[in-house]
């Protein structure tokens, strides 16, 4: 099982456009056959640190995952929003 | 409901006994009421990289858990194995 935590650091204007371009990729991601989780959550020390925390049957899901239109959509809404390069990491389960 | 992401960079030698520490620590840890979920990965790019994912029910929970016995037992135990100071963030679920 693969984990994905990917961090945006963004504008401190562009909060509730950035929700709204996450909140249409959630519920895409989430109907993904090899989707467990997706979850986004946001710093409590900084409300323009938003982070999605994934889970992931396989590398094939994620492959896919990266491969669909909606991801490939909203990496591109999201381009005018951020304050940072997004940080995204990738881990398999240990225990 | 609350993540913590904490992630550790442990000297090359160490993951072993960097993955004893933790592995006792998780036994306790997900024995806790409040504690949602509380997994160890490790990263797929560097196999120093070792992130806890943790899921708590609210603030009272992680608060029992920083006062424990088991985690500052824990924390005491990974002192000598880091090659990099931890990062921990916390964050609030937005959906």
Not at 15 to 38: F, H, K, Q, W
Not at 43 to 58: A, C, M, Y
Request: proline content about 5%.
């Amino acid at each position: 099982m693969y984990q994905i935590y990917a961090k945006f650091t963004v504008k401190d204007d562009s909060t509730d456009e950035v929700l709204a371009v996450l909140g249409e990729l959630i519920d895409e991601t989430r109907r993904e056959p090899g989707n467990i989780s997706y979850q986004l959550f946001q710093s409590t020390g900084d409300p323009t640190i938003l982070t999605v925390f994934e889970q992931w049957k396989d590398q094939e899901a994620i492959d896919a995952h990266n491969a669909s239109a909606h991801f490939n959509k909203a990496l591109t809404a999201l381009e005018p929003y951020h304050a940072a390069p997004p940080v995204i990491e990738v881990y398999t389960l240990v225990r």
